[in-house]
Each structure stands twice: as structure tokens, then as C-alpha cells.
């Protein structure tokens, strides 16, 4: 039984996938790490970004956290602001 | 104060904003668009941000300014969309009580803003464009 789940997407990650936002089937109770590891099956390009991090509800998250299907979730590429 | 514009970023009001009475110093710093990277021409930046996350964060960074200096107050504007060539991409002015505190707090908002904050630029030069920091 799996879940739909929204992930948005910005700078190299949307130019590498061609999207600004992607769905994603995972299985009840997925953490930060799964959610990764199902991206980069699902779209190899991203395995050439270092260190993608993700945000869940507007805060950085760790690789254990839990995802819900209602979670608004990030990608976060290295941030260049300034 | 803290906010993303797609709009040219206006210091004069920004300067208005940060007045204060006890104010004996206030520091400002602007960020701006380089004509060069890595003895590459650059024509243009583009900047992206996911907008609620960076306004949060950058909440996160001023609010920690305000425990560790003196700050009286504080503005912090980023612009997005296309910049170009001497284009202010970001201001932060900061009013404390006497001047070392505010070149300090300054100093911290803008190192710690491009490190934690999701704002993203890419730059166009003649030859194509790289999103800045994305790849080894």
C-alpha cells in the first residue's frame, strides 16, 4: 500500500528533471531516506548533485524523519542566496 | 523586517525603516551582481527562491542577530528574478546602539544567509549558465 507524495523542486534539481514538481508512491511510514533513495531510481540525474537536502513543512529535515502525504516536501539543492 | 521583492530593492525606505532613537550606528550591507566569476564574464543572474522557507529561515537568522548583539532594529531584503551587472541582489542594515555591534551582527545575517537559506543563482554567461555552488 503506498502513498502519493508531492515533492517541489528547485534550481538544479528542476533543470535535471525537466519539472517543478514531482509525485512519488511511497509506502506508509517512508522516512527522509527512503523518499531519496526512490528519487534517485526514479530520476538518475539527480545522483549527480552532491548533497541534496530536504525540507518537510518549511523546515530542513533529517534522513529519519517521517513523511506524510500531507507533508509539503523539498528538495534543496546547495543554496547560492546572496 | 524580512522580505523577498522581484523588484528593485529601495534603500532609502529600507534606511527609514531602521531609524531608531537610541540608534548611534547603523550598518549596511548590499550584495550585488559581479561582472565576473572565476575570471569568467557574466552577463546575468538568474535567483530563485522557495519563498515561505527562506523568509522562515532568514526569520531564524535575525532572531538569533537580536540574542547575541544589541540590535535596536533590523531590515533584510533578497531580490529574485533576473539581475543584472551591479544589480543590488540583497541589503541588510542593521541599527545598534554603538557600531561594532552592528558590523558584527551584519557580518553574521550574510555569512549564515548564504549558508542556510534557499535561494539559488544561476549564472548566464555567453557560453550557457551553472546554478552557483550545485556541482563539484
Known amino acids: 500500500m503506498t502513498q502519493p507524495h508531492t515533492i517541489l523542486l528547485f534550481g538544479i534539481t528542476r533543470d535535471l528533471v525537466g519539472q517543478n514538481r514531482v509525485a512519488v508512491q511511497l509506502p506508509a511510514n517512508s522516512r527522509v531516506a527512503d523518499l531519496m533513495t526512490t528519487l534517485h531510481e526514479q530520476y538518475p540525474a539527480l545522483a549527480g548533485i552532491q548533497s541534496i537536502l530536504v525540507a518537510v513543512n518549511s523546515e530542513y529535515a533529517d534522513t529519519d524523519q517521517l513523511l506524510n502525504p500531507s507533508d509539503e516536501i523539498a528538495l534543496i539543492p546547495p543554496v547560492s542566496g546572496g | ?136
Open chain 2, 1 to 136: 523586517m524580512i522580505f523577498l521583492t522581484q523588484d528593485p530593492i529601495d534603500f532609502n525606505a529600507a534606511y527609514q525603516h531602521i531609524q531608531a532613537g537610541e540608534a548611534g550606528a547603523i550598518n549596511f550591507f548590499f550584495g550585488v551582481v559581479r561582472n565576473n566569476t572565476q575570471e569568467k564574464s557574466v552577463e546575468l543572474l538568474d535567483y530563485e527562491a522557495y519563498g515561505p522557507m527562506a523568509v522562515r529561515e532568514m526569520q531564524k537568522i535575525a532572531d538569533e542577530a537580536c540574542r547575541r548583539w544589541p540590535v535596536l532594529k533590523y531590515i533584510i531584503i533578497h531580490r529574485t528574478g533576473t539581475l543584472y551587472i551591479g544589480d543590488m541582489a540583497v541589503l541588510i542594515g542593521v541599527s545598534t546602539p554603538h557600531r561594532g555591534d552592528s558590523f558584527e551582527a551584519t557580518r553574521y545575517i550574510i555569512d549564515t544567509i548564504k549558508q542556510t537559506v534557499p535561494i539559488w543563482k544561476k549564472e548566464r554567461f555567453n557560453d550557457g549558465d551553472v546554478w552557483v555552488n550545485a556541482t563539484p
